[in-house]
């Protein structure tokens, strides 16, 4: 069973312009919230998290936003630039069910136009 | 401040041989992970140490895989007889017990012909 869900397998967006990556989860007790950004042939490297008590984590260009009640949190990069084409995964862990393990959903692939 | 660092990055074996991966995690982080990931899908978690205890497996994690970490520091994976469905990207990550998140290698490629 898929915990974490990418439904958007890819997503296109002029540079300068918002980008939205969006993801739901089905497991109530996911209580943290990660994004992760992946190059070609690296591993994942770590975005911004958020804990399941914050409905928002803001970090320079990076926002994540988290509605507890649909299970669905998001991404917003604005404005995007050229280097955030890459794959991005969110992921989720709970803190009763082994705090450690990362469930991570299928990706969405970024591409930015200039 | 080296990060996570795997070796080899790349293995390529006939199925039925025996291979081992390498992890060495940051050095002050005393918890280390195996994932695994395939074309197409995100990593999945197959198994973690705290220092020198392994502390879960995946039920991905079958007999014929083996993590140790004997000393608390390196890790290695092997996976013994391999099957063609063991191709994928075997990704290792740390962090340090109470902190988040968890940081990755570039991960070793397996692939089986």
């Known amino acids: 069973d898929q915990q974490v869900k990418q439904n958007s397998p890819s997503l296109s967006v002029q540079e300068g312009r918002i980008s939205i990556l969006n993801c739901d989860y089905t497991n109530s007790m996911f209580d943290y919230f990660l994004w992760y950004k992946k190059y070609p042939a690296e591993g994942p490297t770590f975005l911004i998290s958020i804990s399941s008590i914050k409905d928002k984590n803001e970090d320079g260009r990076f926002t994540v936003f988290l509605n507890k009640s649909a299970k669905h949190l998001s991404l917003h990069i604005v404005p995007s630039q050229p280097g955030d084409s890459a794959v991005y995964f969110c992921a989720a862990s709970s803190t009763l069910q082994g705090a450690q393990k990362l469930v991570f959903g299928q990706g969405t692939r970024l591409t930015i136009n200039p | 401040d080296t990060g996570v660092s795997q070796n080899p990055r790349h293995k390529i074996t006939k199925r039925g041989q025996n291979v081992t991966f390498r992890c060495d995690p940051i050095?002050?982080?005393?918890?280390l992970y195996w994932y695994r990931q395939t074309l197409g899908q995100g990593p999945e978690f197959l198994t973690y140490?705290?220092?020198?205890?392994?502390?879960?497996k995946s039920r991905l994690l079958s007999d014929r895989f083996s993590a140790e970490r004997p000393k608390g520091s390196f890790s290695t994976l092997e996976i013994q007889r391999t099957e063609q469905g063991d191709s994928a990207m075997y990704l290792c990550?740390?962090?340090?017990?109470?902190?988040?998140?968890?940081?990755f290698g570039d991960g070793t490629r397996l692939s089986i012909l």
């Open positions: 990550a740390s962090n340090a017990v109470g902190g988040q998140p968890q940081h």
């Open positions: 050095s002050e982080h005393n918890r």
């Open positions: 140490f705290q220092n020198e205890a392994q502390l879960e």
